[in-house]
């Protein structure tokens, strides 16, 4: 991170009404924003008058609807003004559901149900935050359920994770204070979450619908048992499922979420194939929205930096809020850990009547511990007898990193956010590795 004094020159920029100033920020520089007069929000998120905020490894836009002025500094690998933006329909979207969220508290029913969904890169998780950020200035605490396993919005990436929204998203970290930044500042927001492993809803379709099935279910009791919530409604993200797979996974989606309004952002195809495959469901309304021009493609590299970064997040935190974790030796012997069996041939290769799907829900012990160097370990908040078979239906308590692995004396060097024994001792492997730097 650079200095302060590195810094470029102070500049300012004057915003007009229903104007955006864009930008994107490596993840090796830092570029600061300062709200001088008028208002202005980033993802629906109000910046307060007078404060600097600091980006870093970010492609992000403040708006403003009556016009402002916009101290910046810093180094920036792309910044522009623009003056056409899908705002004005986000907003007016956020209008209907809050119309759908009062109905529903009239009527003692359920809020909305809202399911995201568009190829990569297209602002599904920009309009998430958007959405749940208008909700939350309007006294809502809805629930943001993540089923996007790239990039970990909330907590660990491989993970799909609900949490009730009480406070305001932070303007520097989106939702960015995962699970332990959370917990370590007294917050409520701590998220539901359970490991699929991959980054791919693809890799393991099998797999990844028995996590979402279980997400589903848990969000469902909570609701069942919280009238606020109930009512504010569920934003669901999503990955880019525009193929095959994906419209399958998308229709398990909304089943298991009894999802009542489709958002399709920026894919004309994917809105006229859910309006003619949803036609016959008059209870759910599918409605078409524009990408932000301010959109940007991001490529692979860019993707690895942001799941290292959030990795990186889960262990040490953040710069508003450093988090100091713990290396600790454990012996093996206290440890169980599993991984997700893969599939073992093609079907075409098997014998009649199995199913070549059947050990994507398997868990398979691992014995060679030298496969968990630099892997990330989910904790799983089950119990030491539970049976092996309902492993998977379990959340998770936490997540380790092994740094160093002895055969000879059976010990494994872990990196854990909390000094002590683990909280459990069914750890699962998936397939991200880190290296701590």
């Known amino acids: 991170m650079q200095d302060k004094n590195d810094l470029q020159p102070v500049r300012e920029i004057e915003l007009e009404a229903d104007h955006e100033f864009r930008f994107e920020v490596e993840f090796n520089k830092r570029f600061e924003i300062k709200l001088l007069k008028g208002t202005a929000e980033i993802f629906g998120t109000e910046l307060a008058v007078g404060v600097t905020y600091s980006f870093s490894g970010r492609k992000a836009a403040v708006y403003t609807w009556h016009g402002c002025t916009l101290e910046i500094r810093g180094q920036f690998l792309v910044e522009y003004t623009a003056n056409e933006t899908p705002m004005t329909s986000y907003f007016n979207t956020h209008v209907a559901l809050q119309q759908l969220r009062q109905s529903a508290r009239d009527n003692k029913e359920q809020g909305p149900r809202v399911l995201v969904i568009g190829p990569h890169d297209v602002g599904k998780t920009s309009l998430c935050k958007l959405l749940v950020s208008y909700a939350q200035r309007q006294g809502e605490k809805p629930i943001y359920v993540s089923l996007d396993t790239s990039e970990g919005s909330i907590t660990m990436p491989g993970t799909v994770t609900a949490t009730t929204m009480n406070n305001i998203i932070d303007v520097e970290e989106g939702f960015g204070s995962s699970a332990t930044t959370a917990a370590s500042m007294g917050s409520t927001t701590m998220p539901l979450a359970y ?95 524009t990408k932000s021009g301010g959109v ?58 199995m199913d070549s799907t059947e050990n994507e829900t398997q868990v398979v012990k691992v014995d060679n511990h030298d496969m968990c160097l630099h892997s990330i370990l989910a904790i799983l908040n089950a119990d030491p007898s539970e049976p092996e078979n309902k492993l998977l239906e379990s959340n998770i308590a936490g997540f380790i990193y092994v740094s160093d692995v002895d055969e000879e004396k059976q010990k494994m060097a872990i990196l854990s956010p909390a000094p002590g024994r683990l909280p459990r001792r069914h750890l699962l492997m998936g397939a991200f590795k880190w290296m701590e730097t």
């Open 195 to 289: 490991y699929y492993g991959y980054e791919n809803p693809s890799e393991s379709v099998k797999l990844y619908k028995l996590v979402v099935s279980r997400l589903a279910h848990s969000v469902k009791c909570r609701i069942a048992a919280d009238e606020e919530s109930r009512t504010s409604g569920l934003i669901i993200d999503t990955a880019g499922l525009i193929d095959q797979v994906g419209y399958e996974l998308i229709q398990h989606a909304i089943q298991e979420f009894s999802v009542n309004v489709v958002i399709v952002l920026g894919h004309e195809r994917l809105y006229s194939d859910m309006t003619r495959i949803l036609k016959d469901r008059s209870s759910i309304s599918v409605i078409k929205l």
């Open 296 to 353: 940007v493609e991001r490529d692979r590299q860019f993707k690895t930096q942001l799941q290292r970064a959030k990795i990186q997040e889960y262990f040490y935190g953040t710069p508003k809020c450093e988090l100091f974790p713990y290396s600790m030796l454990i012996n093996m012997s206290d440890v169980s850990i599993w991984r997700v069996g893969e599939p073992i041939a093609p079907s075409s290769a098997l014998p009649i009547g």
